[in-house]
């Protein structure tokens, strides 16, 4: 046991606190705990969690946090902060505005092909089959594309009630025989199949707004184990210790873990969350470009 370990030690023992005391208020294991006094570093989280581990350590024996730290630098060889990575960034929304003007292209191109295998068509058969479309094509060309009818609204389910019987004496009218069908010819045909054609390049969905991103912010009120993963990839892990707060911008989802939901405030751009929890009560909540995710 070296210099450091042994003031954590006096310091506490001094008090009359005991690891078990000690662990249950900090929210950091016996084990832990008991490695920061052997000085057994190889046993610990690593990282900037270990800071943490000493900062709570001095501050429930009421000794120098600063110093504590400094001297725990000094112990361990000097480690380092290692910066957390920047989250990663969105996909440009320049892919789907490019997908959009292909697909807008490609209705077009088909449109002028059927106008020419049609006029081919036309020729074959004749100079009047030849006016005959000309003047269709000239007709559907100055109106405009029909929209898609809107989807019927189902009424109600309305009891059926039956209709009258007609009176025995009234005579029954003669069905009309149904009409001839009428033939359809390619000229008649195209005129359904351009206003079609529009439709399906106006409803295309819109792009994603480019930047679309939100930021999302954890504050410590409590010494408390957090996990933070943004757009899949691993933010920060351990304890934080008040007044530490964690800031992460992502583009899809941000998933929130931690050991003490009463420790921990959340906000989303900038608005405060409702409380996640109780004390020491395990919670996960994440959150999307709309918000918290039900």
């Given amino acids: ?102 697909a807008n292209w490609r209705a077009f191109a088909l449109l002028i092909l059927l106008l020419a295998t049609l006029v081919v068509a036309a020729w074959k058969l004749g100079p009047s089959a030849v006016h005959k479309v000309t003047a269709e094509l000239r007709a559907h060309l100055s109106s405009k594309p029909a929209l898609p009818p809107p989807a019927p609204v189902m009424p109600q389910s309305v009891p059926e009630v039956a209709a009258p019987a007609p009176p025995p004496s009234a005579a029954v009218a003669p069905r009309k025989p149904p009409a001839k069908a009428k033939s359809v010819t390619v000229a008649e045909s195209f005129p359904a199949a351009a206003p079609r054609a529009a439709a399906e390049a106006i409803a295309l969905p819109p792009a994603p707004s480019p930047g679309a991103t939100f930021v999302v912010q954890v504050r410590a009120t409590q010494d408390a184990w957090v996990q933070i993963v943004a757009d899949g990839k691993l933010m920060s892990e351990g304890v934080l210790v008040p007044p530490a707060e964690k800031r992460v911008r992502a583009a899809k ?23 996640l929890g109780d004390v020491n009560q395990t919670a996960t909540v994440t959150l999307n470009p709309g918000g918290v995710q039900r």
């Avoid at 920047?86 to 440009?92: E, L, V, Y």
């Avoid at 989802?253 to 969350?273: C, D, H």
């Fill in 253 to 275: 989802e941000v998933v929130i873990k931690t050991g003490n939901a009463a420790g921990v405030e959340v906000s989303f751009n900038g608005q405060p969350l409702p409380p």
């Fill in 1 to 102: 046991m070296g210099a450091f370990g042994e003031r954590l030690q006096r310091e506490r023992e001094m008090r009359g606190i005991t690891l078990e005391e000690m662990s249950e208020s900090t929210k950091i294991s016996s084990r832990s705990l008991l490695a920061l006094e052997k000085e057994e570093f190889d046993k610990l989280p690593g990282g900037i969690f270990n800071k943490g581990f000493v900062r709570a350590y001095a501050r429930h024996v009421g000794i120098d946090e600063d110093q504590a730290v400094a001297d725990f630098i000094t112990a361990s060889g000097g480690e380092k902060d290692q910066p957390l990575p920047d989250p990663p960034a969105p996909r440009a929304a320049a892919l789907g505005q490019r997908a959009e003007g292909h």
